[in-house]
């Protein structure tokens, strides 16, 4: 579908347990993203990956903890979450620059905690 | 602070008949704007983005938008509407000049339904 590819697909957790969600991109991209996408909310961008540095983290839980290892892998790690948490978990990847670049997203994570 | 709203959750046209999902927005200056379509469990695909010139954008599958910067418009239109058309819409939107700021600020999405 897309150059970026998410894994797992679909992920159910206990609040004790620790997971990680993956994500890659084969665009070339030096710009990677987490968002989370609620049912009847708007997207929220959890994290920026720029040439690997976090360039912005909007106030999320220290619950969710990403690692950029390099452009083309972003991961999620997880542990202790609530319910709440519950979502689809999106990744996307861009270039980086002033241009109009869109963002091309991943098919997600649904992630359920229980 | 940029925002962007779509002030309809949900929007129901008929096979075949126009479709317009509406979009307006609020940034300083003149923006980038974007259009994405969400399929169920899958991620957002890129429809279309307005840079500069032509108000009239046109897109894939048959989308196109029209940015009208009076009234901070940048609405989706299709002429004719596909069942497969049905899925939920996003509008996005980043300023032009936001130095290190290069994320996207969505809408809250409107879910298009088009009926056979």
């Known amino acids: 579908e897309t150059g970026v590819t998410q894994t797992p697909r679909h992920l159910v957790m206990g609040m004790t347990n620790k997971k990680s969600l993956k994500c890659e991109q084969h665009?070339?991209?030096?710009?990677m993203y987490w968002y989370k996408q609620s049912a009847k909310k708007p997207l929220e961008l959890m994290f920026v990956?720029?040439?690997?540095?976090?360039?912005e983290n909007n106030s999320v839980p220290s619950r969710f903890s990403p690692e950029c290892p390099n452009s083309s892998h972003l991961f999620l790690h997880l542990h202790t979450l609530q319910p709440e948490d519950s979502a689809l978990y999106l990744c996307?990847?861009?270039?980086?620059?002033?241009?109009?670049?869109?963002?091309?997203f991943g098919p997600g994570t649904r992630l359920t905690v229980t | 602070a940029q925002s962007v709203a779509q002030p309809e959750d949900q929007v129901n046209v008929a096979e075949g008949n126009p479709l317009t999902v509406k979009c307006t927005y609020s940034?300083?200056?003149?923006?980038?704007l974007f259009w994405y379509v969400q399929y169920p469990n899958r991620g957002l695909q890129f429809l279309l983005k307005y840079i500069t010139g032509d108000n009239l954008v046109k897109g894939s599958y048959g989308f196109e938008a029209e940015f009208n910067k009076s009234q901070t418009s940048f609405h989706l239109k299709k002429p004719s509407a596909l069942v497969s058309d049905s899925a939920l819409y996003f509008c996005a939107v980043r300023p032009r000049h936001s130095g290190s700021a290069r994320q996207l600020t969505f809408g809250s999405g409107t879910q298009l339904t088009v009926l056979p």
């Open positions: 990956y720029n040439f690997k540095e976090q360039t």
């Open positions: 996307a990847s861009s270039p980086i620059g002033q241009g109009a670049y869109e963002q091309y």
């Open positions: 665009l070339g991209h030096n710009a």
């Open positions: 940034v300083s200056g003149n923006p980038y």
